[in-house]
């Protein structure tokens, strides 16, 4: 009863709307907007050709009632109250002074402020973390890049043998070398260098059956300087990591407030892994001696609800970003920073130690990269947040039941006719 009677007052805006603009009055109603500059909205990637324009004579307070009140209050009919109450907060701010964002632009982590996070850490509910904690684009990024920071601390601990005389031991030979060059989810070296990765030679690894000595901790993200899917022009540690898997992506909270990498008024959208890398000495199942790591991994997430410029999305998606693209280019919603901390699963790596050459370890390594000796207290244990990682996989689950946009589906295609009058 609610939806039908928020969409008869939507309805009924809307045919005001049109009546005032018959009349062509020239009231109060027809106040100057402050437009955003018409270069901050492109490139639009849309074969709509409205997508990122601004609306035409509009009465802006019939507008702004109509959009606010009814169109965010239905955005939570559909969407639920988590993620309708991030869309409904976009609706609410303006392309005004004291709203639009003047800052320096985010290029790293160290440039989100305190003030910027303050502006989303209302907004981002548990459930919200959960599902970026559970999303198989997340869990798929933390497993390869475990696997990449795990070879590279045994690759390092072989070509620092001052630094770990712990695992001075005689090392593995193979008659054909690995020259550990290629990487891609679970690719560990190429035997030769023109070939692809698909024929590369698999990672070495076995599980561990014993391990002694001291722990060593590594910073996660320096590890990751040869990392598949590392964005280029960022230090190591920063991902391009697409949000968009699920089946219903709509209502999926990492692909419909976060998606792929781009960016915003704040600046670059950005998915950082840091975190820290424990490992031992080991001896695997097949008394090879190893490398044990364990994985301390959290994964930071900063991105902005903001359409211009940028892509409109799949054609289900189109059914709103078309046309709240063009309330953002008519300056009658603002983009929201969103920024999303979550721990990560532990995972247990066991790399077999291969011999290295005085040529291979040359120039390997960043400078900054090193390790310390850790005290065995404070390692990670495998059971680190697991209730946290229990509640985030039951929360995929519960999305993948509740799909709440498709029961709405008729909600979202009127408010979308009625926005595109």
């Given at each position: 009863?609610?939806?039908?009677?928020?969409?008869?007052?939507?309805?009924?805006?809307?045919?005001e709307?049109?009546?005032?603009?018959?009349?062509?009055?020239?009231?109060?109603?027809?106040?100057?907007?402050?437009?955003?500059?018409?270069d901050?909205?492109?490139?639009?990637?849309?074969?709509?050709?409205?997508?990122?324009?601004?609306?035409?004579s509009?009465?802006?307070?019939?507008?702004?009632?109509?959009?606010?009140?009814?169109?965010?209050?239905?955005?939570?009919?559909?969407?639920?109250?988590?993620?309708?109450?991030?869309?409904?907060?976009?609706?609410?701010?303006?392309?005004?002074?004291?709203?639009?964002?003047?800052?320096?632009?985010?290029r790293?982590?160290?440039?989100?402020t305190?003030?910027?996070?303050?502006?989303?850490?209302?907004?981002i509910?548990?459930?919200?973390?959960?599902?970026?904690?559970?999303?198989?684009?997340a869990?798929?990024?933390?497993?390869?890049?475990?696997?990449?920071?795990?070879?590279?601390?045994?690759?390092?601990?072989?070509?620092?043998?001052?630094?770990?005389?712990?695992?001075?031991?005689?090392?593995?030979?193979?008659?054909?070398?690995?020259?550990?060059?290629r990487?891609?989810?679970?690719?560990?070296?190429?035997?030769?260098?023109?070939k692809?990765?698909?024929?590369?030679?698999?990672?070495?690894?076995?599980?561990?059956?014993?391990?002694?000595?001291?722990?060593?901790?590594?910073?996660f993200?320096?590890?990751?300087f040869?990392?598949?899917?590392?964005?280029?022009?960022?230090?190591?540690?920063?991902?391009?990591?697409?949000?968009?898997?699920?089946?219903?992506?709509?209502?999926?909270?990492?692909?419909?407030?976060?998606?792929?990498?781009?960016?915003?008024?704040?600046?670059?959208?950005?998915?950082?892994?840091?975190?820290?890398?424990?490992?031992?000495?080991?001896?695997?199942?097949?008394?090879?001696?190893?490398?044990?790591?364990?994985?301390?991994?959290?994964?930071?997430?900063?991105?902005?609800?903001?359409?211009?410029?940028?892509?409109?999305?799949?054609?289900?998606?189109?059914?709103?970003?078309?046309?709240?693209s063009?309330?953002?280019?008519?300056?009658?919603?603002?983009?929201?920073?969103l920024?999303v901390?979550?721990?990560?699963?532990?995972?247990?790596?066991?790399?077999?130690?291969?011999?290295?050459?005085?040529?291979?370890?040359?120039s390997?390594?960043p400078?900054?990269?090193?390790?310390?000796?850790?005290?065995?207290?404070?390692?990670?244990?495998?059971?680190?947040?697991?209730e946290?990682?229990?509640?985030?996989?039951?929360?995929?689950?519960n999305?993948r039941?509740?799909?709440?946009i498709?029961?709405?589906?008729?909600?979202?295609?009127?408010?979308a006719?009625?926005?595109?009058?």
């Amino acid at each position: 009863m609610y939806l039908t009677l928020l969409l008869a007052l939507l309805l009924v805006t809307s045919c005001e709307t049109r009546r005032e603009r018959s009349r062509g009055e020239m009231t109060s109603k027809h106040r100057v907007k402050n437009l955003p500059p018409a270069d901050s909205l492109q490139p639009a990637v849309c074969s709509n050709p409205v997508y990122c324009t601004p609306y035409g004579s509009m009465p802006w307070d019939i507008t702004v009632a109509a959009h606010e009140r009814m169109v965010g209050a239905a955005m939570k009919q559909a969407f639920g109250n988590d993620l309708g109450t991030i869309w409904e907060t976009y609706l609410h701010r303006k392309y005004v002074p004291g709203t639009i964002y003047t800052g320096e632009k985010v290029r790293t982590l160290v440039d989100v402020t305190e003030s910027i996070k303050s502006v989303s850490s209302s907004l981002i509910t548990t459930n919200i973390e959960d599902q970026f904690r559970g999303d198989p684009t997340a869990l798929d990024h933390n497993r390869r890049a475990v696997d990449t920071a795990s070879f590279n601390a045994m690759r390092y601990i072989k070509c620092h043998p001052e630094q770990f005389p712990s695992f001075h031991t005689s090392p593995q030979t193979m008659d054909d070398p690995i020259r550990f060059k290629r990487r891609s989810s679970g690719v560990r070296g190429s035997r030769d260098e023109d070939k692809e990765s698909s024929q590369a030679v698999p990672q070495q690894t076995s599980p561990a059956r014993t391990h002694e000595g001291p722990w060593f901790e590594f910073e996660f993200d320096k590890l990751l300087f040869d990392y598949d899917d590392a964005i280029p022009d960022k230090p190591s540690g920063y991902v391009d990591m697409n949000f968009g898997g699920m089946d219903n992506t709509l209502y999926h909270a990492p692909s419909n407030l976060a998606g792929g990498v781009g960016g915003s008024d704040y600046g670059d959208d950005l998915r950082f892994f840091g975190g820290h890398l424990h490992c031992t000495k080991s001896m695997s199942v097949n008394d090879q001696p190893s490398v044990l790591c364990r994985s301390r991994v959290m994964l930071h997430v900063f991105d902005a609800i903001d359409f211009c410029p940028g892509q409109c999305g799949t054609g289900a998606e189109q059914l709103l970003t078309i046309a709240f693209s063009r309330l953002e280019a008519s300056g009658l919603a603002y983009d929201i920073p969103l920024y999303v901390e979550v721990w990560m699963p532990v995972i247990e790596v066991n790399t077999i130690l291969w011999e290295m050459s005085a040529e291979q370890c040359q120039s390997l390594f960043p400078s900054e990269l090193h390790a310390n000796e850790l005290e065995g207290s404070l390692v990670v244990q495998t059971s680190f947040n697991s209730e946290d990682h229990e509640r985030a996989a039951q929360a995929i689950i519960n999305h993948r039941n509740e799909a709440k946009i498709y029961s709405a589906q008729g909600t979202i295609e009127t408010i979308a006719e009625m926005l595109s009058e």
